[in-house]
């Protein structure tokens, strides 16, 4: 008899086994900064935020790349969100600010509804936010 794998990044227990995922950091991979880079500004920052957290050690967080946040005008544009949590859009970031990101972002996690005082929140994000969206209702009211 075989044992099954420890449950890790690879083999965790689907959402509906009652684990709750962390939250996820969507990072815009496509953002850019100026029309004649390379490599695409969005990109960078999300391999500096993946960098970032391995270098932290954390795991509060998911870093998923996103094709497209639709906010070309402030690039480069994040997304925190998580179930029964608040979502946050923040734009006008740069591959220099993952490690400020990935802090908000710590923050967020640890919070039980992604609400995190405006006052602890890093500058780069009191200054870059976008959109403050309401979770989606879980259950369906009366």
């Not at 100026?34 to 391999?47: F, N, P, V, Y």
């Not at 890093?122 to 009366?142: F, M, S, V």
Request: hydrophobic content about 40%; charged content about 20%; some cysteine.
């Amino acid at each position: 008899m075989t044992s099954s794998p420890a449950p890790g990044p690879s083999h965790a227990p689907p959402a509906s086994c009652g684990a709750v995922p962390p939250p996820s950091l969507f990072v815009c991979v496509l953002c850019r900064l100026s029309a004649d880079e390379e490599e695409r500004s969005g990109r960078r920052l999300h391999d500096a935020l993946v960098a970032a957290q391995q270098r932290a050690g954390t795991a509060a967080v998911r870093i998923v790349p996103a094709e497209c946040l639709s906010n070309c005008n402030r690039a480069c544009s994040v997304a925190f969100a998580g179930p029964d949590r608040w979502t946050y859009v923040y734009g006008g970031l740069a591959p220099d600010s993952a490690e400020a990101v990935l802090d908000g972002a710590v923050r967020y996690a640890a919070t039980a509804d992604g609400l995190v005082p405006w006052r602890e929140r890093p500058d780069i994000l009191r200054k870059g936010l976008i959109a403050r969206i309401p979770p989606l209702a879980t259950t369906q009211e009366p």
